[in-house]
């Protein structure tokens, strides 16, 4: 398995970096407000402090490297990647957030193991200071997502919704086709039913980046919405 920053360095083709993406990592490992703030909430609700993790910095450091306008992303739940999104485009001082998630009240088969804390709304975990970017939707990604698409090119789209074979080609395709060329398609869970991999492949590819179970791909920088076509990046089993 690639490490983090390899992840970073192949998804974006030369775009960034080693160096590039452990600066990003140690800027967000460095902020102790942020992890303060983040684990003070979490503590409250969970009971454990919040673990930021591989993903955690990916999100981040692609954030601050690509500067991205519009991030969509389907599924928040608790709400960290969510806040790592956020914190970077505050620091970045540019994009905005548009998350769609159908509330975990209970355990979702196919997408979640357990629920959202008693009280508490998807993204509970965001500091109010970073909410101001951060566009919330609840209900389901089939109804809420086209209309969203429909607005602007996206730069970053992440599935982390449900996870079945057609609700994850769904959202793949329906992101892909209104994407920003350059834009990526990040899939949490990307081994389920095979779905990442189908979608590569209804784009000409064999190949895509991974890392502990996150996958991506980026869309050929020259070419238009709707263009199926995408940036080939080496796919590392674990």
Request: charged share 25%; proline share 4%; hydrophobic share 40%.
């Amino acid at each position: 398995m690639p490490s983090a920053e390899e992840f970073i360095v192949e998804l974006l083709g030369g775009v960034a970096t080693i160096q590039d993406a452990r600066h990003f990592f140690d800027e967000l490992g460095n902020n102790s407000d942020f992890i303060a703030e983040t684990n003070e909430l979490s503590m409250a609700h969970r009971g454990v402090p919040a673990v930021f993790a591989g993903w955690s910095k990916i999100h981040y450091a692609l954030t601050r490297i690509l500067r991205p306008k519009v991030i969509v992303e389907t599924g928040v739940f608790d709400g960290l990647s969510s806040a790592c999104w956020l914190l970077a485009l505050d620091k970045n001082d540019h994009g905005e957030l548009v998350s769609i998630d159908l509330p975990a009240t209970v355990a979702v088969i196919d997408s979640i193991h357990t629920s959202l804390p008693k009280g508490q709304e998807p993204g509970w975990i965001i500091a109010d200071s970073l909410r101001a970017r951060h566009r919330l939707l609840l209900g389901d990604a089939r109804e809420l997502l086209p209309p969203i698409l429909s607005e602007s090119p996206v730069d970053i789209f992440f599935h982390d919704s449900l996870h079945t074979e057609d609700h994850m080609l769904f959202e793949y395709r329906a992101a892909y086709e209104q994407m920003q060329a350059d834009g990526l398609i990040l899939s949490d869970d990307y081994r389920a039913y095979d779905s990442f991999s189908k979608f590569a492949r209804g784009l000409g590819l064999e190949t895509f980046v991974s890392y502990d179970g996150l996958a991506g791909l980026r869309k050929s920088s020259g070419m238009g919405r709707g263009t199926r076509k995408a940036i080939e990046c080496r796919h590392r089993e674990p």
